[in-house]
């Protein structure tokens, strides 16, 4: 496999390392064993560590040379509430937690680099390693960046990695723009008139209200949205009533919503509170509560970052396993929020296509060991190439 000599002869430490990682999820801001690992790992390395940002953030930094080029590079330390069936030998020994999304994975690829860079310092400025906690819901990274982490650890640019299940082992997915969704939420409380079920002429029936709005927001999609932009509209809950003879009084609809543009963001939420408050109002309803979350940013590739990316993983796996143009996915990261404060670039590493290759957050899923080097071979190889150093240092040097 076309790894970092150096790394693969310590790919048995790092399997060793994420497995006590995966034994022992935490979730989002409690990563408190988990960040005891990384900082631990990341002095004994000899890295300058910092800790405290969103709590349980962890920042390594590492500096050769004398160019003031700074990069960071971040991993996520979080799991998920997630009971795991995966039958591993380092399943999960916390009942209702796994590492379901792989970032027990993320966290080991990142600290081999560190171990590596620390080691060789082929390499002229400065590399933090940003380990964030509660990438899932929680947004972590946000938190970091609202309590300083660039204004303390500044940066030319960031990047970010995720593994993929069902791109082979050894390939990689990256693209210029949007790689991931915008994630927003909605809930739409209607009031009708409850009423006995046999006696509907005496109520507003808030169920019913409730089915025509489902069935109208559909239409911004396939109606209002240009058919060349992209974005998902989902409903994800009804609650209403109790018992089978009450035309209830009230009804919940919640969902969510993914764009990759803010004009189409907003249209969007002005439009299902349009179509929500007009529909209810034609049933002689009313819509008593109407939220809106914009909860994650969609994550937007620079393109000279995006470059550099590209140019450390063809560099590793060569140019044709290195696919320039993915499909982005209307799931969402919050490293979107580390993207719009810095340039930056997120890419997908595949996790393998195998039997068993399970899609991430089911209970069956695994981090594949044999990604480690691949993973941390792509960390070390864009930090050497981002930061290379000067041709005349370089000789002096050597
Ligand atoms: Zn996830
Ligand atoms: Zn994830």
């Known amino acids: 496999m076309p790894v970092i000599n150096r790394i693969a002869e310590f790919q048995r430490d790092?399997?060793?390392?994420?497995?006590?990682?995966h034994r022992h999820p935490e979730t989002a801001f409690e990563e408190k064993r988990t960040s005891d690992i990384v900082a631990a790992k990341l002095t004994e390395f000899g890295l300058e560590v910092h800790r405290g940002l969103a709590r349980t953030g962890v920042v390594g930094t590492l500096r050769a040379g004398t160019s003031n080029r700074a990069i960071g590079l971040r991993a996520d330390m979080d799991a998920l509430d997630v009971l795991e069936r995966s039958g591993k030998e380092w399943a999960s020994t916390i009942p209702g937690k796994m590492h379901a999304c792989g970032h027990d994975g993320h966290t080991t690829m990142l600290l081999g680099a560190a171990k590596y860079l620390a080691e060789t310092r082929n390499f002229d400025g400065t590399v933090h390693f940003i380990f964030q906690p509660a990438e899932e819901n929680e947004g972590g990274g946000r938190v970091m960046c609202e309590e300083g982490l660039f204004r303390q650890f500044p940066c030319d640019g960031v990047y970010g990695m995720h593994n993929i299940p069902g791109i082979p082992v050894g390939r990689f997915a990256v693209r210029s723009g949007p790689m991931?969704?915008?994630?927003?939420?909605f809930e739409i409380v209607i009031d009708g008139v409850g009423a006995h079920g046999?006696?509907?002429h005496h109520g507003?029936?808030?169920?019913?209200?409730?089915s025509h709005i489902v069935t109208a927001l559909q239409s911004i999609v396939a109606r209002n949205i240009d058919p060349a932009k992209t974005a998902v509209v989902s409903t994800t809950q009804?609650?209403?009533?109790d018992t089978w003879n009450v035309i209830p009084q009230t009804a919940v609809l919640r969902g969510t919503v993914r764009t990759f543009e803010k004009p189409v963001q907003d249209f969007i939420e002005a439009r299902i509170r349009q179509i929500a408050e007009n529909v209810a109002a034609g049933f002689g309803a009313k819509v008593s509560k109407w939220r809106y979350e914009r909860r994650y940013p969609a994550t937007v590739n620079s393109e000279t970052e995006t470059g550099y990316a590209a140019q450390a993983a063809q560099a590793l796996v060569g140019n044709a396993n290195v696919n320039l143009n993915p499909t982005p996915a209307m799931g969402s990261e919050d490293f979107a929020w580390m993207l719009l404060e810095k340039?930056?670039?997120y890419i997908w590493i595949g996790n393998g296509d195998g039997e068993g290759s399970c899609m991430v957050h089911n209970p069956g899923y695994d981090f594949n060991d044999e990604v480690l080097p691949l993973g941390a071979s792509y960390w070390a190889t864009l930090v050497e190439q981002r930061l290379a150093r000067q041709a005349g240092l370089r000789q002096a040097a050597e």
């Open 238 to 241: 009804i609650h209403s009533g």
């Open 14 to 21: 790092m399997a060793a390392w994420r497995h006590d990682i």
């Open 180 to 185: 991931m969704a915008a994630y927003d939420i």
């Open 204 to 210: 507003i029936d808030p169920v019913l209200v409730g």
């Open 198 to 200: 046999a006696m509907p």
């Open 343 to 345: 340039p930056g670039c």
